[in-house]
Each structure stands twice: as structure tokens, then as C-alpha cells.
């Protein structure tokens, strides 16, 4: 009997510690193709760019290498590999863009991640001091 009591105690407690954190909302950690609203720069930074869901949630997209022009490109497109439009926006994918003579502009996609509070104050710190260095 106390065994029974014991375990019924132990499972109320996980229960209730569990249940205030189910009840929050979780932001969407899957950036899907077809909820892309707008994308933008990170100043003096074009190996990376945020992409905005209609959410407003942000991303922070990271390429292979320098992708020229994504610092003034007024539209770009993001090519899955999968080719489906609820699928995530991943490693492996592409941003497409116009480069300066017009040609488009393929960067592969290395990275995805939500972009936080934290991390946008550290990278205006860094155009900041990119900007005053020269």
C-alpha cells in the first residue's frame, strides 16, 4: 500500500511540473519554403543572412562561402532538395540570388538556426566594430 501511495505521489509531482511547460507555446524551430515572408541582411556580414517567416520568427542562414549580393538583393529564392514545399529549410539546400553582372548566384546552405535576441546584439556589435576599424 505505501509502495502504490508512493509511486501515485511521484507520478502527481512529474505530472505537475510537467504540465506548466507543455502549456507554453514552443516557437516553430522548422523554417518551411513556402512560409519564407522576407529576408535581410546582416550588415558587412554576406556569409550570412535572416530569413522571416510569417510567423515573424527569424533565422539565421549561413552559406559555404561569401554569397555576393545578398547584402542589396531586393528578392532571393531558397531551392530544397526535396522539392516540397512543407519541408524544412536545410543543410544541403540553396540561396539563390542575382550577383553584381546580373548572373545568379548559388550559395549552399551550412546552417539554420533561430535567430535570438542575443545573437542580433552581437551582430550589430560586430558591424559596429567592422565599421569603426577601417
Same mark, same amino acid.
Given at each position: 500500500?505505501? *509502495?502504490?501511495?508512493?509511486?501515485?505521489?511521484?507520478? !502527481?509531482?512529474?505530472?505537475?511540473? =510537467? =504540465?506548466?511547460?507543455?502549456?507554453?507555446?514552443?516557437? $516553430?524551430?522548422?523554417?518551411? @519554403? @513556402? $512560409?519564407?515572408?522576407?529576408?535581410?541582411?546582416?550588415?558587412?556580414?554576406? +556569409?550570412?543572412?535572416?530569413?522571416?517567416?510569417?510567423?515573424? %520568427?527569424?533565422?539565421?542562414?549561413?552559406? %559555404?562561402?561569401?554569397?555576393?549580393?545578398?547584402?542589396? %538583393?531586393?528578392?532571393?529564392?531558397?531551392?530544397?532538395?526535396? %522539392?516540397?514545399?512543407?519541408?524544412?529549410?536545410?543543410?544541403?539546400?540553396? *540561396?539563390?540570388? +542575382?550577383?553584381?553582372?546580373? $548572373? +545568379?548566384?548559388?550559395?549552399?546552405?551550412?546552417? *539554420? $538556426?533561430?535567430?535570438?535576441? !542575443?545573437?542580433?546584439?552581437?551582430?550589430?556589435?560586430?558591424?559596429?566594430?567592422? +565599421?569603426?576599424?577601417?
Amino acid at each position: 500500500m505505501k *509502495v502504490i501511495l508512493a509511486a501515485a505521489m511521484a507520478s !502527481a509531482a512529474f505530472l505537475a511540473a =510537467a =504540465a506548466p511547460a507543455s502549456a507554453q507555446p514552443r516557437p $516553430q524551430q522548422c523554417l518551411r @519554403n @513556402n $512560409q519564407i515572408d522576407s529576408f535581410s541582411a546582416i550588415r558587412g556580414d554576406e +556569409r550570412n543572412i535572416i530569413l522571416i517567416d510569417r510567423f515573424r %520568427n527569424k533565422y539565421k542562414v549561413g552559406f %559555404n562561402r561569401v554569397c555576393d549580393g545578398v547584402d542589396f %538583393n531586393g528578392s532571393l529564392a531558397i531551392r530544397n532538395r526535396s %522539392n516540397f514545399g512543407l519541408s524544412c529549410v536545410s543543410r544541403g539546400d540553396e *540561396v539563390i540570388s +542575382r550577383g553584381f553582372a546580373g $548572373q +545568379r548566384e548559388r550559395c549552399v546552405i551550412t546552417s *539554420v $538556426q533561430p535567430y535570438t535576441a !542575443a545573437m542580433e546584439r552581437a551582430d550589430r556589435r560586430d558591424a559596429r566594430e567592422r +565599421r569603426y576599424s577601417r
